[in-house]
């Protein structure tokens, strides 16, 4: 988002994270949604949307104060990514900002 005068803009990043939840870093799980208020420095935000298995995501802004997330979930029977699903999800900007995001 650009700024304005009462917030910075915001930079919005989702992938998968599995390396936080100690597997692999090519593994297709742990689906976190990050946020950069300076334009990608840092990245000081990060919320995780789907623990599970997940594949390709994109994000797509809502309003000001919302994004949807539209990903892959999937299943690995015998070890490969299968897709199961397309899952849409809605994301207020306020839950992604608060520390906890629960």
Do not use: K
């Amino acid at each position: 988002s650009l700024p304005t005068d009462d917030r910075p803009g915001c930079l919005l990043f989702v992938s998968p994270d599995a390396s936080a939840l100690g597997q692999e870093a090519h593994s297709r799980s742990n689906l976190t949604l990050r946020a950069s208020y300076d334009e990608g420095s840092t990245w000081p935000v990060a919320c995780t949307l789907d623990r599970g298995l997940a594949g390709y995501a994109d994000l797509a802004v809502q309003r000001v104060d919302a994004v949807l997330c539209l990903y892959e979930r999937g299943l690995a029977p015998d070890e490969r990514f299968t897709m199961a699903a397309l899952t849409l999800l809605h994301v207020p900007l306020g839950w992604l900002e608060a520390s906890s995001c629960a």
